[in-house]
């Protein structure tokens, strides 16, 4: 895999998505450029991950086939039109910004056959247990496609999803790990309370949760009755549903998933 591929943005996401690609072996170091506004995190990533540190945003256009476009999203309009003149002919843009539809951001390049990927990844890539879900315009070619697959693959799963849906799989997808590591740190702290030492128990909690995403993926057995397998008749885990439910543990996580999608909506 020879062709360069540029992060304009280089933050946390775009840290993530480098970290995976050059733990894998999708591409080499030397063909992943990355910009940033201040210059300090730039250095940090080129000594973290051997990666190229990019003059400028339009350097990364002029020298890249696949530009991710990993500001957030309010940067978007300027950093478009700072770099739509310089783009290559053949490039594909990848947007991974929450909220930015591909029709948007087409028409603020002006170039009405741009390739353009709508990616929706989490930070999980970092450690190859990613989930990205994507979106693809008419112009990017299956050969494309296929590739654009096989990156985000190389650090975790992808879903292709209709571009629809991509408000939903941002909070399901992408924010939720923010509400996992606040359900372990919940986890964690109760177990302190009993007088767990701290680290112990996020070793548990985590493990926990880990090998319980993995059942219900490698099982496909009903999460419902894979928690009613866990309540022993008369036992204590029923104490703790009943006490979830008492508190809307259900409801709450319903309603935050909504306010998300709220967010990027209106
Ligand atoms: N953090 C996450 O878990 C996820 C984030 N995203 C998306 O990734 C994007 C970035 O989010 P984060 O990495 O969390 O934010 P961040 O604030 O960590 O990173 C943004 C980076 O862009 C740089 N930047 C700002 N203006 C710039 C410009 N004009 N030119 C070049 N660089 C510039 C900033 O210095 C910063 O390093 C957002 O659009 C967000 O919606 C998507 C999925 C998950
Ligand atoms: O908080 C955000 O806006 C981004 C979108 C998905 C995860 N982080």
Redesign the pocket.
């Known amino acids: 895999m020879k062709r360069n591929i540029g992060f304009?943005?280089?933050?946390?996401?775009?840290?993530?998505i480098i970290g995976g690609i050059v733990s894998s072996d999708f591409t080499q170091p030397e063909n992943i450029f990355a910009?940033?506004?201040?210059i300090p995190?730039l250095l940090d990533l080129q000594v973290t991950y051997g990666i190229q540190v990019a003059e400028s945003?339009i350097d990364i256009a002029r020298k890249c086939d696949i530009v991710f476009?990993?500001?957030?999203?309010d940067?978007?309009p300027?950093?478009i039109d700072?770099i739509k003149d310089y783009v290559r002919e053949d490039v594909i843009v990848v947007?991974?910004?929450?909220?930015?539809t591909i029709a948007m951001n087409v028409e603020r390049f002006n170039k009405e056959e741009l390739k353009m990927v709508k990616?929706?990844?989490?930070?999980p890539v970092l450690v190859g247990a990613g989930l990205t879900s994507i979106s693809f315009n008419q112009f990017v070619t299956e050969a494309e496609q296929e590739e654009i697959k096989q990156l985000f693959e190389s650090f975790g799963k992808a879903e292709i999803i209709d571009e629809e849906l991509m408000d939903t799989a941002?909070a399901v997808g992408?924010?939720s790990?923010?509400f996992v590591y606040m359900f372990i740190e919940a986890l964690a702290d109760a177990a302190v309370v009993n007088g767990m030492p701290r680290q112990q128990a996020y070793n548990i909690a985590a493990q926990a949760v880990l090998g319980s995403a993995k059942m219900v993926l490698d099982t496909a057995i009903h999460p419902g009755k894979l928690k009613d397998d866990v309540c022993s008749p008369g036992g204590s885990t029923i104490q703790s549903i009943a006490s979830l439910e008492e508190n809307g543990f259900r409801s709450a996580i319903i309603k935050a998933v909504q306010a998300n999608v709220d967010k990027l909506t209106k």
Do not use: D, F, H, W
């Open positions: 304009i943005g280089s933050g946390k996401m775009a840290e993530a910009s940033n506004r201040t995190k945003n476009l990993s500001v957030t999203p940067k978007y300027a950093v700072e947007l991974i910004a929450a909220g930015q990616a929706m990844p989490n930070t941002s992408g924010s790990p923010a």
